[in-house]
């Protein structure tokens, strides 16, 4: 990803610690809440990134936008170029070429805004499919419809809680994967692949029930800001920072 790294394993004692509950193999909440104290650091540094930010404030505003009667225009006063009778693959699309252009414009291109940026993408990706039933033979107005859902308390709740666990589990397998791969063979953690892709299912599991403690705090900070005042990006970015220490609070928590 990014040409600025996040850097490779670091070799303290926590990530020590973190590697040898492999070899005992320890479960995935136990591995998870290690993790995060070993890259307690860098979770919290996300929250600075200017790219991270900014994905956050753009999910928030093409939710809004999805209320307005010409969703398409909406959308082009964002910077998401989309034709006049958008589909979800043209929203995906500019969406995610929009971060692109503002990443490149700003030099803020990094391995936490990409995944931040695909994290976004896969979770619009996923509402909007369960909401149509699936990703093909939709109208614009279906999207338009699907996006709009996610523009009310609960379901912006919903929403930000799958970002955000989309989000954790990429920043820990960013690491962990390097040593995982590692524990795969004959006596090893995992005697096999499919061992090994269950641990990284568990621990998507793991990210995705941690994740619960952005839910109320998003819907309810979402429906006020955006009622009161409007959503503005310094508004995203404080928004980002407290669901990012909830967390890593929780995913610390029971160690």
């Not at 540094?45 to 009667?69: C, E, I, N, S």
């Not at 929009?98 to 940026?117: F, V, W």
Request: aromatic share 10%.
């Amino acid at each position: 990803m990014g040409h600025i790294r996040l850097g490779d394993l670091p070799k303290t004692r926590r990530w020590t610690q973190v590697v040898a509950l492999l070899d005992k193999q320890a479960d995935p909440q136990t591995i998870a809440s290690n993790s995060m104290v070993a890259a307690e650091k860098g979770f919290k540094q996300a929250a600075d990134d200017v790219g991270f930010k900014y994905t956050v404030w753009l999910l928030t505003q093409v939710t809004l936008a999805a209320r307005q009667p010409d969703f398409a225009s909406e959308l082009h006063k964002l910077g998401l170029s989309v034709p006049k009778e958008a589909g979800l693959f043209d929203v995906l699309g500019a969406f995610t070429k929009h971060i692109d252009s503002y990443l490149q414009n700003n030099k803020a291109r990094t391995d936490t805004s990409e995944m931040a940026q695909l994290a976004a993408v896969e979770t619009l990706s996923q509402k909007c499919a369960a909401s149509c039933r699936s990703l093909f033979g939709v109208t614009p107005d279906d999207v338009q419809k699907a996006i709009k859902n996610l523009s009310t308390r609960k379901n912006f709740a919903l929403f930000a809680r799958d970002f955000f666990s989309r989000f954790t589990y990429r920043y820990l397998n960013y690491f962990l994967s390097r040593e995982t791969s590692k524990h795969v063979g004959p006596n090893r953690s995992f005697e096999n692949i499919d061992e090994h892709t269950a641990f990284n299912e568990a621990l998507a599991v793991h990210c995705k029930q941690s994740a619960v403690i952005v839910q109320e705090f998003a819907g309810g900070w979402y429906s006020k800001t955006a009622h009161e005042t409007g959503i503005t990006q310094q508004d995203a970015g404080g928004f980002t920072a407290v669901a990012l220490g909830k967390l890593s609070s929780e995913l610390k928590r029971g160690m």
